[in-house]
């Protein structure tokens, strides 16, 4: 994370909290005040593993599913860094990615083929694209950084009985996929129930929901259940979480080159 | 070498599977191979069959810091004795001491960043009766030492071993028209032969769009340096040649950068002959080119790649297909369910308009097989140039693997 920007929000939010200039907050100020708070409720996690089940399905209801085990390392001051590790389809077994995520400037990434042995360094300008078949982007999935967007407060609502924030947020990478994304924050524990996607068009792309929340260290909340609805294409991808586990013990040295190639 | 595999392999078994994480994979596959046109030699065929296997053991204890992998492949083939063979692509043991990795056994590696031809890729001796592209290749047995620091990665090798390179035998198809005798002796024109063993040493690192390696060779070079007559028809043409493998050094460069959807790519080596007829001679290669991806091209979700790669060398042009060529390929990446993607390209000679043209294509049926095809064509050949033997072997082949 960016300190800097960090430390003004953070005024922005201390003098927000005084009687006579919250009358005075606009909807930006209020919106990067969430994110913010959002953001600071998830410090601290040091690293975290975890398997994930992503079940893909067409119009048609086909499904094909891919199991894929994700270690992330947080990174003070940047994006987190992560490697997912690929489990099925069978004959992509093995095959990782290794992702440095930056708020601005394209992530680094590289992809092991295991049956060539060959790292390759991918072009990762382009975070828009489809992570591994999903309806999940590779933006979708990377760390999620307060730099990475602006803000703007619309409303507040409540969703399946929920209070929420529903906030609007301009994506800040000049290579993202969309115009804009709206999401539902739940006020209490800050966390998003609900984001809806525009695409560069500002039309309606996709709605992910989130379910089954699980909070891990008395602090950071997961959810079990992510549902990502694609409304142009009628497909549709679930992944389903379990087996996290936080402060593992992982450092840089389990996120580098080396450590891609022997990741199995 | 032996026994330190044999009580890791016995070890792993031992030791109780809740403190282990042991697993088997691989694949068993089926292949068709159909010839357009009639074969040079009656001896050829114009359908191969065959079947392969390659099934993994992978195995890893004290916190995966250390683990065991064994992969062995064997294919049948329908009538190329050659091409029926078995290698241990993988039994090595890897351990991992802070920023330290150590790795003993036969095991694989790959250098390089171009697509079209792996020239700065030495460790590994290339089984080319698997196919005529070369991607396939033999275990290697090594003792690799190797660090990741902030300047980069440094990768130690000694190589014991030296791996003669496979070649189709007399039934198969597509080969050159000499039949390359692998059953007698292969000739090293130095007294070590093939007891040698082999030096190596890479550094690599990045800096942030920039990639780049900088690699060196000293041992028995993978490609041979000649061949060497042993039969001849009744005209005094050579029939049958053993291959003659020879010491070099080799220096590499690869390098590769990153402009918006642009990447840039560099390969070059630099081969001094240490022995045989050649001793003292060099040679240069290098191909340069770059890969544009145009992301969503269909509106959509798929990507489509062109691949632009130009070859040099200053070999002698009965040698190398790469002596002045062009590659363009064009890569349609579905992005889809079943991980369909094509590949289509030429590659086109510029002083004699040879072209060789390739198309690779594969999408996953179900979870558990992949369904692969494949087309090669030959055309424009002249006499004197390596394609020229293959001039009636355009053919197309299908494979069918389940993985497990």
């Known amino acids: 994370m960016n300190h800097r920007i960090v430390n003004a929000a953070m005024l922005a939010v201390t003098i927000s909290l005084l009687p006579f200039s919250t009358m005075a907050e606009t909807p930006e100020e209020k919106g990067l005040a969430i994110a913010i708070e959002a953001d600071k409720r998830d410090e601290g996690f040091g690293d975290s593993t975890a398997n994930m089940i992503m079940e893909l399905k067409n119009k048609q209801g086909d499904t094909s599913t891919r199991y894929i085990r994700i270690k992330t390392l947080e990174v003070i001051g940047d994006g987190d860094k992560s490697m997912s590790i690929f489990d099925k389809p069978a004959d992509v077994k093995g095959t990782a990615f290794l992702t440095y995520s930056h708020a601005i400037k394209p992530d680094e990434q590289w992809l092991y083929l295991p049956a060539l042995k060959r790292v390759k360094r991918i072009n990762s300008k382009n975070k828009s ?136 | 070498m032996k026994r330190l595999f044999i009580s890791l392999l ?112 030495i460790i590994n001796q290339t089984d080319l009766v698997e196919n005529v592209d070369g991607e396939d290749k033999l275990g290697q047995p090594m003792v690799k030492l190797s660090t990741e620091q902030d300047w980069g990665i440094i990768d130690f090798f000694v190589l014991p071993g030296f791996r003669e390179r496979t070649f189709p035998g007399v039934e198969g198809r597509p080969r050159p028209n000499v039949v390359i005798d692998t059953d007698s002796d292969a000739i090293y024109d130095f007294s070590s032969g093939q007891d040698h063993v082999d030096l190596a040493v890479r550094y ?59 990447t840039w790519k560099l390969e070059a080596i630099n081969t001094e002959f240490r022995s045989g007829a050649r001793k003292g001679s060099h040679n240069f290669q290098s191909v340069f080119g770059f890969e544009y991806t145009w992301v969503g091209f269909t509106g959509a979700v798929s990507d489509l ?15 190398t297909i790469f002596d002045n060529d062009l590659a363009t390929a064009l890569r349609y990446v579905m992005n889809d369910a079943q991980s369909t993607e094509v590949l289509f390209g030429f590659l086109t000679d510029a002083e004699t308009y040879t072209i060789s043209s390739f198309i690779e294509a594969s999408t996953r049926l179900g979870e558990s097989w992949v369904l692969e095809g494949e087309l090669r064509t030959y055309s424009g050949t002249e006499e004197g140039r390596p394609l020229f033997s293959y001039r009636f072997d355009n053919f197309a082949q299908v494979d069918l693997a389940y993985y497990f």
């Open chain 2, 10 to 121: 016995l070890g792993s078994i031992l030791l109780p599977a809740s403190t282990n994480a042991a697993e088997w994979l691989g694949y068993v596959s089926g292949q068709f191979r159909g010839f357009l046109e009639d074969p040079l030699d009656p001896r050829q065929h114009n359908t191969y069959l065959s079947a392969a296997a390659e099934p993994e053991f992978y195995h890893s204890w004290d916190d995966i810091n250390q683990s065991f992998n064994a992969k062995l492949f064997y294919r049948i083939d329908q009538y190329d004795d050659n091409r029926t063979h078995g290698d241990i692509r993988e039994l090595s043991w890897t351990g991992v001491f802070d920023y330290f990795e150590v790795r003993a056994g036969i095991s694989k590696v790959f250098w390089g960043v171009a697509e079209t031809q792996h020239l700065v890729d």
């Open chain 2, 305 to 319: 790649g062109f691949v632009v790669e130009y070859h040099y060398s200053d070999r002698n042009k009965r040698e």
């Open chain 1, 129 to 264: 694209g489809p992570f591994m078949g999903s309806e999940f982007a590779y933006e979708d999935i990377a760390s999620q950084e307060i730099e990475k967007y602006t803000y703007k407060y619309l409303r507040d609502e409540t969703l399946n009985g929920i209070d929420t924030f529903v906030i609007e947020r301009y994506p800040a990478y000049k290579h993202s996929g969309y115009t804009r994304q709206v999401v539902w924050v739940n006020k209490e524990e800050y966390r998003p129930e609900k984001i809806v996607f525009y695409d560069r068009k500002n039309t309606l792309l996709k709605t992910l929901t989130y379910g089954d929340y699980q909070q891990y260290l008395d602090q950071y909340w997961r959810a079990d259940q992510m549902f990502m609805e694609n409304h142009q294409t009628g497909k549709s991808t679930t992944l389903t979480w379990d087996n996290y586990n936080f402060k593992t013990g992982l450092s840089d040295k389990d996120f580098n080159r080396n450590s891609l190639k022997r990741a199995k």
């Open chain 2, 204 to 262: 690599s690192h990045y800096i942030g769009e920039w990639e780049f390696g900088l690699s060196y060779f000293s041992g028995i070079g993978r490609e041979p340096s000649d061949f060497v007559p042993t039969a001849f028809d009744a005209s005094g043409q050579p029939t049958v040649v053993v291959p003659v493998y020879s010491l070099i050094n080799q220096a590499g460069i690869d390098g590769q950068a990153f402009f918006g959807d642009w």
